[in-house]
């Protein structure tokens, strides 16, 4: 069983910064791609950064710019760096993994999520 716990949330000014971390216990080469989400009150969750196996990147346009996402593999950690927060990306933030149990056997787990608080 592959388990991801977050960390690093909290509560920021506008304009701050944090650092998410998504600890991956498993092989973390297994993994692709790696996701970091998001979800506000009374809205559906959404996506805001993949990581992909080869080390390609994407991010939608409200957070491109502002957010990366990168992996540390000796420490089977994938983080979500946030600048220039706003207000707007107040939300609880979740990282997900596709994970390969087998070959062809794909299977997709979530970590419990961080609150992430912008204050303006």
């Known amino acids: 069983q592959v388990q991801l716990v977050e960390s690093g949330g909290g509560l920021v000014q506008e304009g701050g910064s944090l650092r998410l971390s998504c600890a991956v216990s498993?092989?973390?080469?297994?993994?692709?791609?790696m996701g970091w989400y998001r979800q506000a009150p009374g809205k559906q969750r959404e996506l805001v950064a993949t990581?992909?196996?080869?080390?390609?990147?994407d991010y939608p346009d409200s957070v491109k710019g502002r957010f990366t996402i990168s992996r540390d593999n000796t420490k089977n950690t994938v983080y979500l760096q946030m600048n220039s927060l706003k207000p707007e990306d107040t939300a609880v933030y979740y990282c997900?993994?596709?994970?390969?149990?087998?070959?062809?056997?794909?299977?997709?787990?979530w970590g419990q999520g961080t609150q992430v608080t912008v204050s303006s």
């Open positions: 997900n993994a596709n994970y390969e149990m087998s070959p062809r056997h794909w299977q997709s787990f």
């Open positions: 498993g092989d973390i080469f297994r993994i692709n791609p």
């Open positions: 990581l992909a196996s080869g080390g390609s990147t």
